[in-house]
């Protein structure tokens, strides 16, 4: 069965460079999620989208800002990047928003190291 | 904001043995979901809970929600090195919240 996709997976960028990361959703989920996961931290949530609408908003910094498009794909963009923004990158998706209660799947994840 | 701690933060156990891992939620939980990760590599969907009292498995995993709904707590039975990794709590409000992590290690 197909999966969320993420790419790059793996990302090398210098300081106040800009960095783009891709989520492809599972077919016919409509509704994505951003996570940042610095090393030996549990995932923080950074945004989400539901049919293209930003859902929710976490911890996200002003640098960056992600959108979802017509075919529910998203992107992270990333600006200005910082020594402190090296981290594993979370995609993940579900059906019908978070309060649906359907299963919540996520990608491999993108290494972004940033130097 | 809905804080999840989980318990232990580190297991140590011998291959073959039992062991609990435990979630528990400062508010009353909606969504119960557990998942695993290995070093780097993305999170694996194990299982969701949703009503007091519910209990689900997957091979020889078990994982509870208390009636109250403000724990969970996460059952291996006759432990394998493959059950080895982070496993994560998460809570479902507007967004999934995740627990502090606990890091299984099997030794052989």
């Known amino acids: 069965a197909a999966g969320v996709i993420q790419s790059p997976r793996h990302l090398i960028k210098e300081k106040r460079e800009t960095a783009t990361l891709k989520c492809y959703p599972i077919?016919?989920?409509?509704?994505v999620y951003w996570y940042q996961q610095g090393p030996g931290q549990d995932p923080q949530f950074l945004i989400s989208?539901?049919?293209?609408?930003?859902?929710d908003k976490g911890s996200i910094p002003d640098r960056f800002s992600a959108q979802q498009f017509s075919d529910y794909h998203s992107e992270l963009n990333m600006s200005s990047l910082e020594l402190g923004d090296s981290a594993l990158y979370f995609c993940?998706?579900?059906?019908?928003?978070?309060?649906?209660?359907?299963?919540?799947?996520f990608g491999e994840g993108s290494w972004l190291t940033v130097v | 904001s809905q804080e999840l701690e989980q318990s232990p933060q580190s297991l140590i156990v011998q291959e073959g043995k039992n062991l609990t891992i435990n979630c528990t939620s400062s508010?009353?939980?909606?969504?119960l979901y557990w998942y695993k990760q290995k070093y780097g590599e993305g999170l694996i969907f194990l299982m969701m809970?949703?009503?007091?009292?519910e209990e689900k498995s997957h091979e020889k995993i078990t994982a509870k929600l208390d009636e109250k709904k403000q724990q969970s707590s996460l059952h291996i039975t006759a432990s394998q090195p493959s059950h080895a990794g982070i496993y994560l709590c998460?809570?479902?409000?507007?967004?999934?919240?995740f627990g502090t992590g606990t890091r299984l290690t099997i030794i052989p």
């Open positions: 508010k009353t939980l909606y969504g």
């Open positions: 077919p016919r989920h409509d509704t």
């Open positions: 998460g809570a479902r409000n507007e967004k999934l919240t």
């Open positions: 993940a998706s579900s059906w019908a928003g978070t309060y649906s209660g359907n299963t919540i799947y």
């Open positions: 809970l949703q009503k007091g009292g």
């Open positions: 989208f539901y049919e293209k609408m930003q859902s």
